[in-house]
């Protein structure tokens, strides 16, 4: 699986945007994906996860009620709709694979459990 992030731009606070991803690769729907973030200075941290099926949702308490994670495993693609954005939301998002799940596997939110990863979309939310 390789991932492409995208959809990241300049908004102002309580705005909405959408960023994806999009997979290559046959072991997709295998994965369980995750979305991360890291802003200057700050460790990666989890974002929001989103099971094989796409039927178990796991998200961190700073984002949960403001952030959905979806995919679609027909087009390959995952995505982050992020609503009421703040100027902490700031970072550059990336999206991650789990490539290795089986279908009891959890949704991690360490990031060293995901070994696939995107390369990254900057989002700036001004105040």
């Known amino acids: 699986v390789q991932l492409q992030a995208s959809g990241g731009g300049l908004v102002q606070a309580g705005d909405s945007l959408r960023v994806s991803c999009k997979a290559s690769g046959s072991t997709f729907g295998r994965s369980i994906m995750g979305w991360f973030r890291q802003a200057p200075g700050k460790d990666r941290e989890f974002v929001a996860g989103v099971s094989r099926s796409g039927a178990s949702t796991r998200y961190s308490d700073s984002v949960k009620g403001r952030f959905t994670i979806s995919r679609d495993n027909d087009k390959r693609m995952v995505y982050l709709q992020l609503n009421s954005l703040k100027p902490e939301d700031t970072a550059v998002y990336y999206c991650?694979?789990?490539?290795?799940?089986?279908?009891?596997?959890?949704?991690?939110?360490?990031?060293?459990?995901?070994?696939?990863w995107g390369q990254g979309t900057q989002v700036t939310v001004s105040s």
């Open positions: 991650a694979a789990y490539s290795r799940a089986i279908l009891t596997s959890p949704i991690y939110d360490a990031p060293e459990m995901y070994d696939i």
